[in-house]
């Protein structure tokens, strides 16, 4: 049986309610104005690291309630009994260095929003820059952000093509929901 070669082609073989269907179609490349969703799409991608991105999906709720909603300010102020809850919480991944990571990075991304007003702003502020620009500014600025987490953030939230091939439907919504001075870039 033939591989699809996209995302794309592999949703379309999927019910309309399968966990991947909804995110190709209502997540996957659509710009993210709030920094808190910026934040969860940053947390999941880091915790997808070794794991099935079906896992990370199906875990997305339980992600969302065990990091209060990921309110930055109040991740950023998690201490080692909020660290301790998230270990031992089946319903998500329980892993120290995946844990650490998101409390420091909302930290960072406190930092930022001093310094550039929001983390979407200090985004738009470095883009456009090529894949291996921005895996430098990450790895310079996040914990836990490799080559292929920071691809993977920065695709799914449409700051580098790639998400959806031109013939999907969702490539064309998402081109004219893209920023006037993000369309040419």
Not at 43 to 63: D, H, P, R, Y
Not at 89 to 101: H, S
Request: aromatic share 12%.
């Amino acid at each position: 049986m033939d591989q699809p070669n996209s995302y794309c082609r592999f949703v379309d073989t999927l019910d309309s309610d399968h966990v991947h269907r909804h995110y190709h179609d209502k997540q996957y490349g659509f710009p993210i104005d709030s920094d808190n969703e910026l934040f969860e799409r940053l947390v999941l991608e880091i915790n997808q690291a070794g794991l099935s991105w079906t896992t990370i999906l199906n875990k997305q709720a339980n992600f969302n309630k065990a990091y209060d909603g990921f309110d930055v300010d109040t991740v950023a102020n998690y201490g080692e009994k909020d660290i301790n809850r998230l270990l031992s919480d089946p319903g998500i991944i329980r892993n120290k260095l995946k844990v650490n990571a998101a409390i420091h990075n909302a930290q960072q991304i406190q930092a930022l929003q001093k310094e550039f007003g929001s983390f979407k702003q200090w985004l738009d502020h470095h883009h456009p820059k090529t894949k291996d620009e921005w895996v430098k500014l990450f790895k310079k600025t996040f914990k836990f952000t490799g080559g292929e987490i920071t691809n993977e953030f920065l695709m799914s939230t449409g700051y580098l093509k790639g998400a959806h091939i031109e013939s999907c439907e969702v490539f064309h919504t998402i081109a004219r929901l893209r920023p006037k001075w993000m369309q040419d870039q």
